[in-house]
Structures are given as C-alpha cells and as structure tokens.
C-alpha cells in the first residue's frame, strides 16, 4: 500500500514537472514569434496574414464539414436502429412458429393461426427446403431454422453496409 502511494506521489511530481516544462517552452516559443513578428517588412505581413486567413478558411470548413458527418451520422444510427427493431420482430415471429411446431402446438388455436399469420410473408421461400422430422405432432422445422439463420445473415449485411455509411470519409 505504502508503495502504491509513492507511485501515485512520484507520477504526480513527474507530471508538475512535464507540465512546468511544457509551460516553458510555450512561453520561449510565444516570445520569439512575438519578436519576430515585430521584424517582418510589409510584404512578409501580407504573406503571412494571407496564410493566417486560409488556415481559418480551412478550420472553418473543417468544422463545417464535421458538424455535416455527425448529422448524417445520427440519421444513419436512427435508421440502423429502426431496422434492428424490424429484424428482432421477424427473429421473435419466426422463433415462436419453430417452438410452436416443435411442441406440437395444435392448429385452429386462435394464437398458433396469429403467429402462423404473422410469420407467413417471411418463411414462405423456405417452406419445402429441408425434410422436416416429425414425432408425433412435434415437427422440426429445419427450413424456418435456416430462415432465421438467412435473416440473420440479411440483418448483419444491412447493419454492416449502414455502418460503412456512418463512417467518416478518408482521403487514401
């Protein structure tokens, strides 16, 4: 503990320290652009004002073009955010119609024909794909497995390719 203690004590002085340095060389650096800046003829003070303005045109539109990106970057976020909703729905329907199948939930029950409404317009192009074990009125659903498994695929394409989007742009 008492070493512990003398760490914290010595990378506190050393940081006082680096701090000190770094306020010296700022105040030697800030002094000799000062004096310089007393020396410069009139052209090399057009130059330099040139200069100053195009570094604060720069900043400007730097600042612009980054304010720009998170904006965009927020509605991307929203979008992926809406879209995740949509695939946790189809994730939830299509996951309730495997363990109704698989318990052997009995047809005509107002819930099963709910959910078997419900997960119809996603699973009908994989009705028929995969033989399907049945015991009893138990049946595994293979084909509605694989479904979720292509949804799932789907979904991290989508957020994938949002996230590309979101991204900041780089110059290569």
């Known amino acids: 503990m008492v070493d512990d203690e003398k760490l914290v004590i010595e990378e506190e002085r050393r940081i006082a320290q680096h701090e ?3 306020g010296e060389v700022r105040d030697k650096v800030n ?4 004096h310089h800046a007393h020396q410069l003829d009139s052209e090399d003070r057009v130059v330099a ?7 604060k045109q720069e900043t400007m539109n730097e600042v612009v073009d980054t304010e720009v990106e998170i904006q965009r970057s927020r509605g991307i976020a929203r979008v992926s955010q809406f879209i ?3 695939f946790y729905l189809i994730y939830g329907i299509i996951s309730l119609e495997i363990i109704l199948d698989l318990l052997g939930a009995r047809q005509g029950n107002t819930f099963r024909e709910i959910v078997d409404t419900l997960a119809a317009p996603f699973l009908v192009p994989f009705v028929g794909l995969m033989n399907e074990p049945v015991m009893g009125s138990m049946k595994l659903r293979l084909s509605f497995i ?3 498994v292509a949804y ?4 991290l394409a989508i957020t994938g390719l949002l996230r590309l989007l979101a ?4 110059t290569i």
């Open 84 to 86: 995740d909703y949509i």
């Open 31 to 34: 002094s000799e652009i000062a």
């Open 152 to 155: 799932l695929l789907l979904h």
């Open 167 to 170: 991204q900041r742009k780089t």
């Open 146 to 148: 694989i479904a979720l």
């Open 49 to 55: 004002a040139a200069a100053g303005e195009r570094l």
């Open 20 to 22: 000190a340095i770094k």
